[in-house]
Structure formats: structure tokens, C-alpha cells
């Protein structure tokens, strides 16, 4: 028993020690702390705070003064930081965020918690934030070796591809690119052409599953005139466009027999004849290829000629579904934001954990393209600076809300405001069937909405 109470005695003393001590352990370290009450005055700034932020002083120049006079950053002008954790209970972590200082401008790393006293009321909230301007920078720096022209991946596989088109440009070889549908085919066949010798003269493409096959062969070889009905004049066909440089079919897989034999003669031979004409036409261009289907398949079942494919695919390139590069999905999103930024005149600046954890477990059948849209629609629907799950289109959430929630600071409290919203969004906002679903009356489905700041003009678009 005198151990008990020895411990607890000296747990005591330590605790006073730590409260006399606090402001002497808040200033060692290199992390920025403010502090702030719910008028937005400032109670506390660090030692590290004044030092990035460029203010001198005295404790007096601080303390008592408002937070956005003082210390203004651009999180100030978008949204009070400190205020939406206040409102929402919910915390920031690794928010970027910018400061002008010296001339220079800082980026900052900023999490947000709430300030409680003994009967966990909230009387204020603070501010954490750390200088991430030189790792911004580096990045930036290694952001080359995780791209490749608008080709971006540090997944291994990604990596493997840009070294055989590094490789693969420089020269004439043909190459067949493999993969599913919108995992950026015609990306890759860019980049080939631009880093290649032709990238001045022309990069021509045709869809061969968009044409059928008489209208396919008139648009690669041309036809002379009376050739068919309909052949008025004379016309250049996709090769003699591309001479000089490069045509990039899509979707080879689709070609007809009868294509397939003249484009084989082409690749052999470089030269054909107009559709209906008899003069032959020499041509000096390379051929790049994709395909979503698995054409060595097609060759066994013979509805694809085995010399044309192995002529294809003098240099095959796969490019893996972007749910087998999971590690770029942080890359891809970033790049996906900036360029609707742009676009948008938007100030969108992050992505809350929840979200992300979202598109990260989703398995994305459209790939790419799909990630692309699903970012879009985020933008459409976010009026602030961060995207929630709330702004995502409804099959991403896949009525998942554990995943959309664990993450959060108060966890149960996140849960029940997720669950309230999904089924709002059910039932289109209809209250009395919302409630019934949810087994409670309208009055408390009223007061829990009034407690997660639930809005159907802010939330139901």
C-alpha cells in the first residue's frame, strides 16, 4: 500500500514538474505550436512558430492578440483551420498550407487538435505545423524519375516501362503496347514519337474498332477517285500523312483479314497502293500499336495472322491496370488535382485521410480514365479546400463507412455522421423516411443533424 501511494505521489510531482515546465518543453522543439481560445486570441506561440513565421517579440507582442493579425498564412484566407477543427471536431493532418517570409515562400505542413478542459468541453484548439519547403523541393527534383512525358508511376512496373522507352525511342522498332482499357496506351505511343527523331514530323492515330473495315482501308491508304460510290476526289490516306514520322493504331486487335495482309505488306515493304488505284506509294513510317486484347489468343483461335503479330511486337510493352499500382495512386491524385486547379480556377488543396483511404481500397475497372473522372466529380462537388468522402460518387463509397471513418480523430462520432449523411442521400433527403430507416424520431434526427452540422443546401449536391 505505501508503494501505491509512493508511486502516485511521484507521479503527482512529476505532472506539476511537467505544467511548470511545459512552455520550456513546447520551445525545444522544432515544430511551431499556437495556441488559440474560441475568440481566436492567441494563448500560446512557440518558440519554433515565431522563427518560421517571421515575428519577433516579447510574449506580450502575441498573447491576447488575434491569431490571423499575427500570424496570417494562406490557410487564413481559405478557411480558419483551427475553426473548422472547433466546428467539426474533426482534426487536419499534414495539411499544406503557405506562408510569404523574407521574400520566400514557406510551405507548411500544419495538424490541427482541440485544446479540452477537465469536463471535455472545448475551449480552444491548436495549430502544429512544420517547414516542409525543402522535402517540397526535393520532391520536385525526384518528380522526373517518377515520370515519364505525362506518364506518371513510381510503382517498380512503371519504372520498367520507362526504361524500355527510353530505350525503344531512339529507334525505329516497332512497338505493340498492351493493357487494358484506359491504362494510357496512347500516352505511351506519345512519348515514344516525341523523344524519337521524328518528333518533328507528324504523329497520326486511328481507332481500328471505330471504322468499319471498307471505311478502315480508305482511311490508311487512301482511295483514288470513282473508286467506290461516294469516292468524289482523290484522297491521302493515314500513311502518307504519317510519312516521316509516326501512326499509332489503336485497338489493332480489330483489324480485319484482309487489313491485316495489307498492313503486313506495308510493314515489310513500306510501300502500298490507293483504294482503286494502281500506282505504288513508298512510305518511311513507324508503326506503334495497342491492343486490349490478348492478340497472341487471337493468333491461336486464327482470327489474327501470326507473321503481323510477331511483326508488331517487335518491342512489346504492358502496361499494368491501375489496381496493380496501387503505390502511384497518391502521385496520380495529386496530378489529377493540379491539373482541375488549372482548370477550374479552383483552390483545392488536399485530400482528407478518409478520402483517400477510399480510392485507395476502390478497384477502378475504368482505370486511369476513371480515376481522372472520379477527381472531377470531387471537384464538382467540394466547395472548400479539402476533398471528403462525402464529395466522392456514391459507388466509391460503396457504402463502406468504417473505412471512410476509422481514421478520423473520434472515430463513433465521425461513424454517426456518415451513417445520417448516406442515409440522407438515400432516401433524397426525405426526413421522416431517413428517420424511420435509422429508428429514431424526426426531432432527434433534427438534433443530430444540428450537432454534425449536417446542411442539405451545402451537403446535397
Not at 501511494?5 to 505550436?33: C, F, P, Q, W
Not at 482541440?114 to 523541393?137: H, Q
Not at 495489307?262 to 500506282?279: I, Y
Request: glycine residues 6%; proline residues 3%; positive net charge.
Amino acid at each position: 500500500m505505501n508503494r501505491i501511494t509512493t508511486r502516485d505521489t511521484d507521479a503527482e510531482k512529476m505532472h506539476k514538474y511537467l505544467d511548470i515546465n511545459s512552455t520550456t518543453i513546447l520551445d525545444s522543439i522544432a515544430d511551431g505550436v499556437v495556441v488559440i481560445d474560441l475568440n481566436y486570441s492567441l494563448l500560446f506561440v512557440n518558440r519554433a512558430a515565431k522563427e518560421m513565421l517571421g515575428k519577433v517579440g516579447a510574449e506580450e507582442v502575441f498573447l491576447n492578440k488575434k491569431c490571423d493579425k499575427v500570424l496570417g498564412h494562406s490557410g487564413c484566407i481559405l478557411d480558419c483551420l483551427i475553426n473548422s477543427t472547433i466546428k467539426t471536431g474533426v482534426h487536419l493532418y499534414n495539411y499544406e498550407t503557405h506562408v510569404e517570409r523574407g521574400g520566400k515562400t514557406l510551405t507548411l505542413s500544419i495538424n490541427t487538435a482541440l485544446l479540452k478542459d477537465e469536463n471535455n468541453k472545448v475551449i480552444g484548439g491548436i495549430e502544429i505545423f512544420r517547414d516542409i519547403s525543402l522535402i517540397k523541393d526535393l520532391k520536385e527534383k525526384l518528380r522526373g524519375r517518377y515520370s515519364f512525358e505525362n506518364i506518371i508511376g513510381k510503382n517498380y512496373r512503371m519504372h520498367e516501362v520507362f526504361e524500355l522507352l527510353r530505350e525503344v525511342a531512339p529507334t525505329k522498332a516497332t512497338v505493340l503496347i498492351g493493357g487494358e482499357t484506359w491504362t494510357g496506351k496512347e500516352l505511351i505511343a506519345n512519348a515514344i514519337h516525341n523523344n524519337s527523331p521524328r518528333s518533328s514530323k507528324p504523329f497520326i492515330k486511328i481507332n481500328c474498332a471505330a471504322l468499319a473495315e471498307g471505311l478502315l482501308e480508305s482511311e490508311l491508304f487512301g482511295h483514288v477517285k470513282g473508286a467506290f460510290t461516294g469516292a468524289i476526289a482523290d484522297k491521302v490516306g493515314r500513311f502518307e500523312l504519317a510519312n516521316g514520322g509516326t501512326l499509332f493504331f489503336d485497338e489493332i486487335g480489330d483489324i480485319t483479314p484482309h487489313t491485316q495482309v495489307k498492313l503486313l505488306r506495308v510493314l515489310q515493304e513500306g510501300e502500298f497502293e490507293r483504294v482503286g488505284g494502281t500506282k505504288t506509294i513508298k512510305v518511311d513510317v513507324r508503326v506503334i500499336t495497342a491492343t486490349n486484347k490478348d492478340l497472341k489468343a487471337e493468333v491461336e483461335k486464327g482470327a489474327f495472322r501470326e507473321d503481323l503479330y510477331y511483326r508488331l511486337k517487335v518491342v512489346p510493352v504492358h502496361l499494368p491496370a491501375l489496381r496493380e499500382r496501387k503505390d502511384d495512386m497518391p502521385l496520380l491524385i495529386r496530378y489529377f488535382i493540379e491539373k482541375f486547379n488549372k482548370e477550374m480556377g479552383l483552390k483545392v488543396k488536399n485530400i482528407s485521410p478518409a478520402a483517400m483511404e477510399l480510392l485507395m481500397e476502390y478497384n477502378y475497372p475504368g482505370n486511369i480514365r476513371e480515376l481522372e473522372h472520379i477527381i472531377e466529380h470531387a471537384f464538382i462537388r467540394c466547395s472548400g479546400s479539402m476533398i471528403n468522402p462525402e464529395h466522392l460518387p456514391k459507388d466509391i463509397k460503396n457504402n463502406n463507412i468504417v473505412t471512410s471513418v476509422i481514421s478520423h480523430a473520434e472515430p463513433f462520432k465521425a461513424l454517426e455522421r456518415e451513417m445520417i449523411y448516406q442515409i440522407l442521400h438515400e432516401t433524397n433527403w426525405k426526413y421522416s423516411e431517413c428517420a424511420k430507416k435509422l429508428r429514431v424520431s424526426r426531432t432527434t434526427l433534427w438534433r443530430k443533424m444540428k450537432e454534425h452540422e449536417i446542411n442539405k443546401k451545402r451537403d446535397a449536391h
